[in-house]
């Protein structure tokens, strides 16, 4: 969904590195969430915002830090990228009223 | 943790027939949703059932609720080869009606 747009797409880093995943919407959306998702599993929540001053740890944030700069931007950071962070990361939004959330594509991310 | 549960967790079926994926949750839900991802995309939301509603149908999609049992299904009658994807539910819970999501069934259709 264009509406939402990460980058980058791919990336592959090494371990010990530190990197960061951006994530921008044009929906107007005030609620914004970072998500991992592992091979044959469900998505699990890392972090999620309410709006622009409100940051909230979901179930797996140890290693992961955001920043919300504005309402259409929510960045992910891997302060020391280890291997077991290999994943495919997802962005995603949410108006709360409707409460249905729609999707970036992703960023397929590498660990070596 | 993840409180939704799928089954089966893999699908193979012929084109023409129907697809029926069931959702199993453990706490109170606010409402359920259903999302289908085509390999290594993101997710596309397909469907929303309030914990109020009992049944929900969109298109060739038919979504069920059993809140006595805390418990989902989703049918997808006359399956094309293009529905071929994995399907996630996840439940809504809390003030905040943060998501859950389901481990995924992958669905298979064959030409």
């Known amino acids: 969904d264009a509406d939402v747009t990460q980058t980058p797409r791919n990336r592959i880093t090494k371990t010990g590195k530190r990197i960061m995943l951006e994530c921008s919407q044009t929906?107007?959306?005030?609620?914004m969430y970072w998500y991992r998702q592992d091979p044959g599993l469900g998505l699990q929540l890392i972090y999620y915002s309410f709006d622009v001053k409100d940051i909230n740890k979901g179930e797996i944030s140890d290693g992961y830090s955001v920043s919300r700069q504005a309402q259409a931007k929510f960045s992910l950071s891997l302060e020391s990228a280890i291997p077991n962070q290999t994943a495919l990361y997802f962005c995603?939004?949410?108006?709360?009223?409707?409460?249905?959330?729609?999707f970036g594509p992703g960023t397929r991310l590498l660990v070596l | 943790s993840q409180q939704g549960e799928e089954d089966p967790q893999a699908l193979s079926i012929q084109e023409g027939e129907n697809a029926t994926m069931n959702c199993s949750y453990k706490t109170s839900i606010n409402n359920l949703q259903w999302y289908r991802q085509n390999s290594g995309r993101g997710l596309v939301h397909l469907i929303l059932?309030?914990?109020?509603?009992r049944e929900k149908h969109s298109g060739r999609l038919r979504v069920t609720l059993d809140t006595s049992k805390k418990s989902s299904s989703l049918l997808i009658t006359a399956s094309r080869a293009a529905d071929t994807a994995s399907y996630f539910c996840a439940s809504a819970a809390g003030a905040n009606s943060k998501l859950t999501f389901g481990k995924g069934i992958t669905l298979s259709v064959r030409p």
């Open positions: 059932i309030r914990s109020n509603e």
């Open positions: 995603a939004t949410s108006d709360p009223g409707k409460q249905t959330q729609y």
């Open positions: 929906k107007g959306h005030d609620r």
